[in-house]
Each structure stands twice: as C-alpha cells, then as structure tokens.
C-alpha cells in the first residue's frame, strides 16, 4: 500500500435517497498524486457516491475525511468550501453557465479564492488558455454554443480556477466521441501530473482504468472489487462482467 497522505477517505458510508439505500459501508481512498476510477454497470452508486462525497447527498452513516484531517460527511457544499478545504467537482451535466460566456464562467470559478488579486486571477487564467487553447479563441462566446467537448473543456477550467489541489469528476467523457473523450483523458492525465490528486467516475471503463493508479468496481451499491488498475484491466471476472471482454471458448 502507497505510504503518499490520503486526500480522500471514505469509512463504512452509507447513503440514499429518501428510504431508498444506494450505498452500503463503502470504504474508498485516494492518495496524493493519484488517479483513481471508480466504475460499474448503470445504477450502481457511482454518482451517488461521488456527490455524497461532496455534499450533494447527505450520507446515513459514515464519514468522509479530506487530507487526513477534515470529516465532511453531512456538509453542504459550500461549507466544504467556505472551511478551505481545496476540493472541487465538475458534474456530469449542467456542468456550465449556459447563457454566460467563456470567460464569465472561468472567472466564476475564482470566486472562492477571496484574497485573489485581478493579477493573480489573470495569471491563472493564462495557466487555463494554455491547458486549453480553444478556449481563449471563444472567450467571449456564450457557453450555451460550444461543442459537448469544449463544454467539458471549459467546465474543467472553471473547477481549475480555484486552484483545486482534489478534483472529483463525474463521467467527463459523455455522450462525446470517441477522439473528443480521447482529448479530455489527455486532459486529465495532464492535470494528474501536474501534482492534482483525481477522482474519476467513468463508463469507459476499460479506457479510464488504463490512465489510473487504482481503481474500484461498484455494484449494487457494494464495492466488488478494488486494486490497481492494472490488475483490474487484467483479471477475467471483472473483464467479463464490466469491460465489454468476452469469454474465451
């Protein structure tokens, strides 16, 4: 086992919906540095683990622990931010400002760094056109009018700007093409190596695993199977049930 800090923990979580139980004593990690990916077929809890994480939902029992210090399990998502804790998510839809332009959007994402100057601000939004070059050529566009990649692009520069050190993605590569979802896994691997530590939930699964450190396989709400990425992609069951492998005959 890695000895690098954990950044992300969850203990014995528990979560639903109404009466409705979707996750049963989930214990997950991400450490410093990684990329870790959660999959599993349809309806298993994947999302609803990510946003209980985060705050969106509201786990029944269990906590989560960011950086080995903070547990924010029951805290909405603005009092994860307003306790400095350097997290941010980029939702699977609804993930822009539809009506705003690019740079609108990128500069709301630095609402959260309050002691930032307009130089600082600039300076990070330097770093964003670099990372994603199409982006400064539609600065003044509205968001409601990009293609579905740009519109990932630019929902990942907005979570950027507020200088993120845990970034929590829920399926980034939707409903895109193929060479577009191979851009954003570009992407990703980029922000990865740049030192931000990433939780990933994603449907192309065997394409994800393959940029990750570890990875977990959820079913019905239950954690099935967990390891490094490498033996997931490698072990038959897992490759039969989730990866679109066929039994040998």
Excluded: C
């Excluded at 930032?116 to 056109?129: A, C, F, G, P, V």
């Amino acid at each position: 086992m890695s000895k690098l800090e954990k950044v992300i923990e969850t203990r014995n979580l528990n979560s639903g919906y109404g009466k409705l139980q979707i996750l049963f004593d989930i214990n997950i990690e991400l450490r410093k540095g990684e990329l870790v990916t959660i999959i599993g077929p349809n309806g298993s809890g994947k999302s609803t683990l990510i946003k209980t994480i985060i705050g969106l939902v509201k786990p029944w029992e269990g906590d989560v622990i960011i950086n080995d210090t903070y547990n924010v399990a029951g805290l909405k998502p603005f009092e994860i931010v307003d306790n400095g804790i350097p997290v941010n998510y980029v939702p699977q839809v609804a993930n822009v400002f539809p009506t705003l332009t690019v740079l609108e959007n990128l500069k709301l994402g630095a609402l959260p760094r309050s002691d930032s100057t307009k130089e600082d601000i600039q300076n990070d939004l330097t770093k964003i056109y670099e990372l994603f070059p199409r982006l400064e050529e539609r600065l003044s566009q509205r968001a409601a009018l990009l293609s579905g990649g740009e519109r990932q692009m630019l929902a990942l520069g907005r979570a950027l700007m507020s200088r993120p050190e845990i970034l929590i993605l829920d399926e980034p590569t939707a409903a895109l093409a193929p060479v577009l979802a191979d851009e954003i896994f570009a992407k990703i691997i980029e922000l990865r190596d740049m030192g931000i530590s990433i939780l990933l939930v994603e449907q192309r699964a065997t394409r994800a695993l393959k940029i990750s450190d570890r990875g977990y396989v959820l079913v019905s709400g239950h954690l099935a199977f967990q390891g490094k990425a490498s033996e997931l992609i490698g072990n038959k069951k897992v490759g039969e049930l989730y990866l679109g492998k066929r039994k040998s005959v």
